[in-house]
């Protein structure tokens, strides 16, 4: 896998197919705020069950912006059409549901274990600590005295920093574990746009496209660091100047659709082509 080919084909095709594909990946996400703005208008637990139907509901959305980065990578920037391509998700509901429940799902869940796994290690290892930190929150009630009581005991102090390194250590197996699986299962959406395989049938097959690719989809996934390091950025000044966290959310989402989303996207749908060509070299060799 070539991965400088795939960047500088990105850059190449999104000089004609950036403003299409930008305002593709923008009607999506307006529809997502919209929808997620809704659902938050209730009340809080109301607000939080509507807001997890919503992004179950919604996952399908994404497909579009899929479609949209295929046309790109095959020359047909002129068929992208934001509207339609940005509602595919909805107008092919049913077709593209049940892949990206699977995918969520599957990713939900292996996350779940490793946090449950990671609570249970806190508890059995770090049970003294927490206990210790219950003692002083409900003995102090101000904060500063709070605070300055633990600092000034040394052996606590110890057992707290003890305890973040374990948490820090289980979110490092958290990413890992992210990682390992999305780089069996980035390529089912591609797959399910091109060849209709749905659900576990995407998966598995884009499981077996990552074959002897993973690490080329992370060195790809690597070299796109600085573009969300500056999204990152970007999403801090608009912190410090916005105050309403609605559009200031809204406006985050935006300069990464800009700086990194379409890009990424583009970049992938390009390794998925030559993955697509590879794997079926060897399926009839």
Request: overall charge negative; glycine content about 0%; hydrophobic content about 65%.
């Given at each position: 896998m070539n991965n400088a080919k795939i960047r500088f084909d990105t850059a190449t095709v999104l000089k004609e197919a950036f403003q299409p594909l930008f305002l593709t990946f923008l009607f999506i996400?307006?529809?997502n705020q919209g929808i997620s703005t809704f659902a938050s208008m209730f009340g809080q637990t109301l607000s939080q069950i509507l807001t997890l139907l919503a992004t179950v509901a919604t996952l399908p959305l994404a497909q579009g912006q899929v479609k949209a980065a295929l046309k790109a990578v095959n020359n047909q920037i002129d068929a992208?059409?934001?509207k339609d391509d940005g509602l595919a998700g909805f107008s092919h509901y049913r077709r593209y549901f049940s892949t990206y429940f699977v995918v969520f799902m599957i990713t939900l869940m292996s996350v779940l274990m490793i946090v449950l796994v990671g609570v249970v290690l806190v508890l059995a290892t770090q049970g003294d600590v927490l206990s210790g930190l219950g003692d002083y929150y409900l003995t102090f009630t101000d904060v500063n005295a709070l605070v300055l009581a633990m600092q000034s005991d040394a052996a606590l102090m110890s057992a707290i920093y003890s305890t973040l390194g374990i948490v820090l250590a289980i979110l490092g197996v958290i990413g890992l574990v992210y990682l390992f699986i999305y780089s069996h299962i980035?390529?089912?959406?591609?797959?399910?746009e091109k060849y209709d395989y749905r659900g576990l049938k995407a998966v598995t097959t884009s499981a077996?496209?990552?074959k002897g690719r993973k690490w080329d989809l992370v060195k790809l996934m690597v070299s796109f660091l600085p573009h969300a390091l500056l999204g990152v950025v970007a999403m801090s000044v608009i912190d410090s100047f916005v105050s309403n966290m609605v559009l200031a959310s809204l406006l985050s989402s935006i300069v990464f659709i800009a700086v990194l989303n379409v890009r990424f996207?583009?970049?992938?749908?390009?390794?998925?082509?030559?993955?697509d060509i590879a794997y079926e070299g060897q399926t009839h060799d």
């Open positions: 996400l307006l529809i992208i059409d934001p980035a390529l089912a959406p591609f797959i399910l077996k496209y990552m996207k583009v970049a992938l749908a390009y390794f998925f082509e030559e993955a």
